[in-house]
């Protein structure tokens, strides 16, 4: 029989024990061992199989236990030691406190410490028991989040709570891929619903085409010091189709994702607006917009800055200005398809006079998002392009990634060389007591592993003996196993195994045996299966009998995507073959709580992405801080940090036509490595068992990118490069907006007499026929501004090595000064540069626009060349 009604009875504590609620209250406990510890001693065979959920856990142990704890003197002092922890951790001064009040926050480009930053994500990947993420996007977050409260930076994270979270992954009998969806209930979860002062539920409303309007409820989870607020639309007088606006992850029609991201984007700066005025908190003066699923927030806070009724009513360019000076937005994606691409008519729907963000024109709208440039598609509203238009900071995850980001946006800035497209890259970091195993951290004895100290830790690390670092390698390669196995007995039962078919999982996988991990999302261009171009060679690899090799391998396909689905059949199906299974599984349902082991169990973390379409690849820097080794593409940060010495590059086939022939070639690379390389260095061991070379790897691999591949530098340069200088430039439009009035009349005034500004000719003298090193090149060039000034303008000399074509390559620019006015809007600018290298030498002159709230040459995408 099915219930008529149901809800979630919560558990009533003893009195001593009220700490335990404000424990599980905060998400901390997922990173913080100790504090999961004392939960742990509550009920320990609960604590397993809740999955570690302390909701779970204290809403199923009994209330004999509860007030057996309760009397527990030595329990009931450590709870408390638990709460005053938590409570120093949550209002201490940390990194950004301490840098704020000694003025040294800001970076190279100065700025200001903004108050608050809103940090809009469609997925957050915090902990296993909030599934709210499908992937890498998401599991960013969770840890830009995480480390943004580890170093006190003000941060407020803005998502959505879907009723579904992602898909549960299974397999069917055949290895395809099959998905459930199990149904999340608020009130088992560790957030709390905002509310008014009068108790009820606080919420924001939207208008949408035909009426009515679209409500949704914020729900709040505290990430340590960070509230990450999450918009449900299960409200009672919502229709049907709003209520599932907020049902799953990366699901349903072009139409449902509209409404999504109109959600999160217009929603999310309302639920922020909601959360200040309720809590105090401070609003945020940076809003970050990690990927362009949230950005319509830009639209939303033109829609404040216009409105005349409860804002100040200004126009839509100078609302425009202040929102982008404020506004970082980080692009992931390496490949156009990854792009949300609306059809123009449905944005139209959704945004004119009454829509979503009344008052904004719609002509405008429409035009941040048109693909107005060679090769664009007129019909598609395109929510990268968006996000580039209404940000004046951009970024990608990696060096490579900016380079591409730049390659693939240019025709947003087509006067510019690819590297001037204002595209920066932070490359992407991991949250290390997230990821790290404590016995990782127990190698450093005397450190503590949740200081901002990284340094310590490694320099403590670097000492421990080779074989106590082995030991504790061959014991988290045994926890592996163990949860491997566990994870291979279940899904195969699911599959439809019967029990007296399983007895070959006891002795799957070996705990001595060299363990190589693979687990991610599952599109083509990241090749699971590049592994089995020759799978008798893989075979004679897993099954060699004096280095054999094993694979643990996991990894979802999106819904819809076939094609994915069928690459993991094929690896299911090899994997099946009872002469190798024992030496290479596939795990079903790749999350947080399988990552966890998995990370510190492999010796060897495999990528083999095509280059360049990996925009960072996180995966293989949470395996290096458990002491792994990667064999990987040059790829995403691999590509950027891989130094010869910690670990392995397989070589890439770039350039090549034929797809399958540029797979043959890297799996064969892939193979030898293994067979000539990686399996030797492993099974080198000495007279103690102890392979003295691998373990060398691994010190080096923790000396050279321990520091590298952490969140907390990866929020820092946030701070010091974007979010300060965000900062300054808003609070000096912000200050009575007379800036950014006087920035908008100047952009008008720019763009409107650009089409005026030439450069008539450049003359030059001093290098002679036979210029030598040492040289000085003197220029003069002769210019006209129209009806602009020279301030308006920076005029610059170009110069740098030069190509067959005489492109310019390695560009280095210095400005010309104003020499002499003529009249009629025509000048001279001087300028003298050094040569300072031999060879091939080229230069030319340009004007360009020029204001001190720009943030770079290329902002306002206009230039003037010699003609």
Known sequence: MRAIRRFTVRPVLPARLGALSELAGNLRWSWHPPTQDVFATVDAALWESTGHDPVRLLASVGADRLEELAADEAFVARLDAARADLAAYVEGERWYQQRTAAGTLAGPAGGAAPRAIGYFSPEFGITAVLPQYSGGLGILAGDHLKAASDLGVPIIGVGLLYRHGYFRQSLSREGWQQETYPVLDPDELPISLLREENGTPATIAIAMPGGPDLVARIWVASVGRVPLLMLDTEVEGNPEHYVDVTDRLYGGTSEHRLRQELLLGVGGVRALRVFSRLTGHPEPEVFHTNEGHAGFLGLERIRELTAAADGPGLDFDTALEIGRASTVFTTHTPVP??????????????FSEGGATPGVPLERILALGAEDYDGGDGGVFNMAVMGFRL?????????????????????????????????????????????????????????????????????????????????????????????????????????????????????????????????????????????????????RLLLDPERPVQLVIAGKSHPADDGGKRLIQEMVRFADDPEVRHRIVFLPNYDIAMAQPLYPGCDVWLNNPLRPYEACGTSGMKAALNGGLNLSILDGWWDEWYDGGNGWAIPSADGLDDPDRRDDLEATALYDLLENQVAPRFYDVDDAGVPTGWVEMLRHTLRSLGPKVLATRMVRDYVRELYAPATGHARELNSDYAGAVDLAAWKRRVLGAWPAVRVEHVESSGVGDSPEVGAVLSTRAFVSLGELDPADVTVQLVHGRADAEDAIIDSHRAELVLAETYGGGRFRFDGDVALSHAGAFGYTVRVLPQHPLLASDAELGVVALPV
Not at 337 to 350: C, K, P, S
């Open 391 to 539: 940000a004046q900071r951009a970024n990608g995850v990696s060096e490579l990634h900016g380079h591409v980001s730049r390659g693939m946006f240019r025709g947003l800035w087509p006067a510019f060389d690819e590297a001037e497209v204002p595209i920066t890259s932070i490359t992407n970091g991991v949250h290390a007591p997230t990821w790290v195993a404590r016995e990782v951290f127990g190698l450093a004895e005397g450190v503590d592993p949740h200081s901002d100290d990284a340094g310590a830790f490694l320099a403590a690390a670097d000492e421990v003996d080779a074989g106590r670092i082995w030991a504790v390698k061959r014991e988290l390669r045994q926890r592996l196993v163990d949860d491997a196995r566990a994870r291979l007995a279940r899904s195969w039962v699911e599959r439809g195994a019967a029990p007296a078919e399983l007895g070959w999982i006891d002795s799957a996988l070996d705990p001595v045996v060299l363990t190589i991990g693979f687990a991610r999302r599952v599109p083509s261009y990241k090749r699971l299966t590049l592994m089995l171009r020759d799978p008798a060679r893989l075979k």
């Open 337 to 350: 398809a990854g792009i949300d691409r609306f059809d123009r008519t449905l944005v139209e729907q959704y």
